[in-house]
């Protein structure tokens, strides 16, 4: 039996999942944790993370260092994304954590993230030709895949955090604003080669944005369980009204909607821009939802190394 931890470093949010893995190579959920940190608050154009982000995302990171000591049989996998992989001060921030907290963050570049994606996406949905969008706070992974094949994957820097800072969406949004920023991403689209190969297809969401506008709509259809998402599925429509809703409210009115955090009220604007305006460049109807993701990947290639160690050693005796 092993415990086996994934902490994920990104720039909204740091997250924590931890499994048992039994000797028969099965899993058992021990813990999923979550912090809301904003490590990628006002990295400006010079990409340098500030001291208050830095603080709060140490902060966390105790927490679950606290929580990790009381386990046994650990082996700890964490990784940083977007926000440590794009600032220029990352060698002194992953000094500090290492000193501080005792953890060593290895951050992974923006073809690895898109990959572990994939791999928690296509491991848990139906997902044998789509494109999957996880939008996160500092960055964007697109991956189209084609009879069950990752053909080609990309990290944009484009995220819920960098979009609402870089055209003001925080608050009240402005028609001009909304056409600067749809213009935009049409452009960072439109140099991507090999998007084009994924029109009509359905679009897959991941990050927390997009499971925002799921768990919106489950909210007003009165499920039990709106944040059960996994597998959810919207048409076009339904996600351009909860759009169009979203963009009428200003940050106060937004953290009243239900299924919308309050900490995530004065960055969906900017959050959910990239999938909706993936959907229209597609001219794609439908989208379906994973809550596995990044972390999941990591998990499931665990899992292929302990079965292959497994046989390897049966194959021995």
Request: net charge neutral; glycine share 8%; charged share 25%.
């Amino acid at each position: 039996m092993e415990n086996f931890a994934v902490i994920d470093l990104g720039s909204n949010s740091v997250r924590m999942t931890v499994v048992k893995i039994n000797d028969d190579g099965s899993t058992e959920l021990v813990k999923q944790s979550k912090e809301f940190v904003r490590l990628s608050a006002n990295m400006g154009k010079e990409k340098t993370l500030k001291k208050e982000p830095v603080e709060r995302t140490l902060g966390a990171l105790k927490d679950f260092k606290q929580y990790l000591d009381s386990l046994d049989h650990l082996e700890v996998r964490a990784v940083a994304t977007a926000a440590v992989r794009q600032a220029v001060n990352r060698k002194k921030f992953l000094k500090k954590v290492k000193d501080e907290v005792g953890f060593d963050i290895k951050v992974i570049s923006g073809d690895t993230e898109a990959y572990y994606d994939y791999l928690g996406v296509t491991r848990s949905l139906p997902a044998n030709n789509c494109v999957i969008v996880d939008t996160g706070g500092a960055s964007s992974e697109i991956i189209l895949v084609q009879n069950g094949r990752a053909s080609n994957l990309i990290s944009i820097p484009v995220g819920s955090v960098t979009l609402s800072q870089q055209f003001g969406l925080e608050d009240e949004v402005s028609a001009s604003k909304i056409f600067e920023l749809l213009v935009y991403l049409n452009k960072v689209f439109n140099d991507i080669w090999w998007l084009r190969n994924g029109q009509n297809l359905p679009v897959i969401g991941l990050g927390g944005s997009n499971r925002t506008i799921a768990k919106i709509n489950r909210n007003y259809n009165n499920f039990l369980d709106f944040e059960d998402i996994h597998g959810y599925k919207l048409s076009d429509h339904e996600v351009n009204k909860t759009f169009g809703h979203i963009l009428e409210l200003n940050c106060e009115s937004r953290k009243k909607v239900g299924g919308l955090s309050k900490t995530r009220a004065d960055i969906i604007i900017g959050g959910l821009a990239p999938i909706v305006n993936l959907m229209q460049y597609l001219d794609s109807d439908r989208v379906m939802f994973s809550k596995c993701g990044l972390r999941d990947g990591i998990i499931f290639e665990k899992l292929d190394k302990h079965m292959q160690e497994r046989v390897a050693k049966k194959e021995a005796e």
